[in-house]
């Protein structure tokens, strides 16, 4: 299976983008979706994940500002990403799951951009 991230772009700090991740298959409905992201210098980090139950977590950082939804009829999982920071800057990833580890190849990513 393969992963396609779009969406991502320069914003300055308290803006919003939406973030797309389309699939080869129709699998988002069998396993838990995460989205990810690697800032430079940094080790990939799962941002947020939801469940083929639509059941959702995010990390720390991102809680309150970040949804992560799953879009059935156009077979994507998307992240709205709200009240950006400059520490958000980084490229974004999706990726199924398998328990907490992530299971599928790695796409191109979507680089984020948020300037002060």
């Known amino acids: 299976v393969q992963f396609v991230e779009s969406g991502g772009g320069l914003v300055h700090a308290g803006g919003s983008l939406k973030l797309s991740c389309a699939a080869s298959a129709n699998i988002f409905r069998i396993y838990t979706t995460g989205w990810y992201r690697q ?3 940094k080790l990939r980090e799962l941002v947020a994940h939801i469940t083929s ?11 309150g500002r970040f949804t992560i939804s799953r879009d059935n009829a156009k ?4 992240l709205q990403m709200n009240s950006l ?9 999706c990726n199924i799951m ?7 190849s790695w796409g191109q990513g ?7």
């Open 39 to 41: 800032a430079p210098g």
């Open 75 to 78: 077979n994507t999982v998307d």
């Open 98 to 104: 398998v328990g907490s580890a992530a299971f599928g």
């Open 85 to 93: 920071k400059p520490e958000d800057t980084a490229v974004y990833y």
């Open 110 to 116: 979507t680089q984020v951009t948020v300037e002060s």
């Open 53 to 63: 139950s639509d059941y959702t977590n995010y990390a720390d950082s991102v809680k």
